[in-house]
């Protein structure tokens, strides 16, 4: 398959050539201004109309934009090592809902039950060696009825797991399976919701894993102690230390840690339901505990605790500690929903006003925040991925004429990352985007790659212009 860059998302995906067409210039516009308001991303009137027009057609659905996001993820996968991680958050609309409606079917209570939303549940891929995102393997949008029952009156436990919302980590993680075939390992990860029993036993396969955070301290099979008690029985294989940054909930320090860690079976639980499932009785894993010593936790702070399950085998500590530095990435999708939110996004101020709008906008909105957010680490981590993650072969070298007119004549104004990087790039779009180029100054944020993103575009378009005026020029000739 040939790589589409930053553009033909939609193409062949969509009912209607004249409609993919215009979701790329949404997706272009939104990526240019790096908010999802269309009075913002649409500079004039006729794009205004048109933009909520597009998301009003009937003649597409939200899943048909989700498969063309998801698309974009495979051609771009690695035979490697693959992490997948997963999460959900809720979009909220409450302030709007006078506008939308509550009897919108597309729209429902969210967290808190007189709020209104959706929920979004996304699988954001990260090649494991380069710790670059690579794409979205899977997109699960949903919302809750107004007059759905309560979790007691449903009966809750005694659902099959297929009926329940937190089927949603199985999916997502079959899912993927499918979109990434060719992948020769692929670790799911995913925070203690994640910690379902039917998800332990049936994703793993022979390239698949499974790397959970534990939050159940589950009955080990054949043995009368619990998971949790095990772990802490088992003698320290390691002390090292960990930097905790500073955020609402911890002070920055260094923390010492203690690493721990056990094969275990862990025992189906009981059926509630009345019909066993083909579930196994156990499944085989290895649990690992890191566990802060109270010499370094400040006061009214609990320790770092995690408990993690996973299917990876663990020989030594270097294999424990791996898992542990694996699961540390699931900071990337928690700062991919920042963007979506709170960094200039704004997905939930969009003035759009029916929950399937709303729905089919946030999944652009998805893709652009991942590319700024992209750009951006792989120009802080100074990483040596290929462009050709985000960009085609003549948008890159299209950049690489570019950098000569952002370089400076000192040697601190060059470009100091190697030629077809992502790095390489995103350097340039600071350029472009007014930024110094000094390593000295402060490096660019989100705003600047979403303005420097801009500006190449345009250069790019205006290229492709000249390019095919001059072909034609030749033609006559």
């Known amino acids: 398959m040939k790589h589409r860059g930053y553009n033909n998302y939609f193409k062949g995906f969509l009912s209607d050539f004249r409609i993919e067409k215009r979701a790329e210039k949404v997706l272009k516009d939104m990526q240019k201004i790096g908010n999802t308001v269309v009075n913002k991303y649409c500079s004039t009137f006729r794009d205004k109309k048109a933009a909520y027009e597009l998301f009003r057609n009937?003649?597409?659905?939200?899943?048909?934009?989700?498969?063309?996001?998801?698309?974009?993820?495979k051609p771009d996968q690695r035979t490697g090592h693959l992490l997948c991680i997963q999460d959900t958050t809720?979009?909220?609309?409450t302030k709007h809902i006078g506008?939308?409606?509550?009897?919108?079917?597309?729209i429902g209570p969210v967290t808190k039950d007189d709020n209104a939303g959706y929920f979004?549940?996304?699988?954001?891929?990260?090649?494991?060696?380069?710790?670059?995102?690579?794409?979205?393997?899977?997109?699960?949008?949903?919302?809750?009825?107004?007059?759905?029952?309560?979790?007691?009156?449903?009966?809750?436990?005694?659902?099959?797991?297929?009926?329940?919302?937190?089927?949603?980590?199985i999916k997502s993680a079959q899912q993927s399976q499918e979109l990434l075939p060719q992948s020769s390992q692929l670790t799911i990860i995913g925070d203690r919701e994640a910690d379902i029993y039917e998800e332990l036993a049936r994703v793993p396969n022979e390239r698949t894993h499974l790397l959970i955070r534990s939050s159940v301290n589950r009955k080990l099979y054949g043995q009368d102690i619990k998971l949790f008690d095990l772990l802490a029985s088992q003698p320290i294989e390691q002390e090292y230390e960990l930097p905790i940054q500073h955020n609402k909930k911890r002070k920055k320090r260094l923390a010492k840690m203690s690493l721990k860690y056990a094969k275990v079976k862990i025992a189906k639980p009981k059926d509630k339901t009345g019909k066993p499932s083909d579930d196994p009785k156990w499944v085989e894993m290895w649990a690992i505990e890191a566990r802060e010593f109270p010499e370094t936790v400040p006061e009214k702070e609990d320790p770092i605790l995690?408990?993690?399950?996973?299917?990876?085998?663990?020989?030594?500590?270097?294999?424990a500690l791996q898992c542990i530095e694996w699961y540390s990435t699931r900071w990337v999708i928690e700062e991919l929903f920042r963007v979506l939110k709170s960094k200039g996004m704004q997905v939930e101020s969009s003035?759009?006003?029916?929950?399937?709008?709303?729905?089919?906008?946030?999944?652009?909105?998805?893709q652009v925040a991942l590319t700024t957010m992209t750009l951006k680490m792989a120009y802080d981590k100074n990483?040596?991925?290929?462009?050709?993650?985000?960009?085609?072969?003549?948008?890159?070298?299209?950049?690489?004429?570019?950098?000569?007119?952002?370089?400076?004549?000192?040697?601190?104004?060059?470009?100091?990352?190697?030629?077809?990087?992502?790095?390489?790039?995103?350097?340039?779009?600071?350029?472009?985007s007014g930024w110094s180029g000094y390593a000295s100054q402060p490096r660019p944020g989100y705003i600047s790659f979403k303005r420097g993103l801009d500006i190449f575009k345009i250069k790019y378009e205006g290229y492709l212009l000249a390019m095919s005026q001059l072909n034609n020029n030749k033609l006559k000739e």
Not at 58 to 73: H, N, V
Not at 306 to 319: E, F, G, P, Y
Request: aromatic content about 8%; hydrophobic content about 35%.
């Open 58 to 73: 009937p003649s597409f659905t939200e899943m048909e934009l989700i498969d063309a996001i998801t698309a974009k993820c």
């Open 90 to 93: 809720e979009i909220n609309y």
């Open 99 to 106: 506008r939308i409606g509550k009897e919108d079917a597309d």
């Open 120 to 169: 979004c549940h996304p699988m954001l891929v990260i090649d494991a060696r380069q710790r670059l995102p690579i794409g979205l393997s899977s997109i699960q949008l949903w919302n809750r009825s107004w007059d759905k029952k309560n979790r007691h009156e449903r009966e809750y436990q005694k659902l099959n797991i297929e009926d329940k919302e937190s089927y949603r980590w």
């Open 306 to 319: 995690w408990r993690l399950l996973t299917t990876h085998q663990i020989s030594n500590s270097h294999d």
């Open 351 to 366: 003035q759009l006003e029916t929950g399937s709008a709303l729905k089919k906008q946030l999944i652009l909105a998805l």
């Open 383 to 432: 990483h040596v991925a290929k462009a050709n993650i985000l960009f085609s072969l003549p948008e890159i070298e299209f950049i690489q004429v570019l950098n000569k007119t952002v370089e400076g004549d000192t040697q601190k104004q060059k470009n100091p990352f190697d030629i077809g990087t992502i790095a390489y790039c995103s350097w340039v779009l600071g350029r472009l």
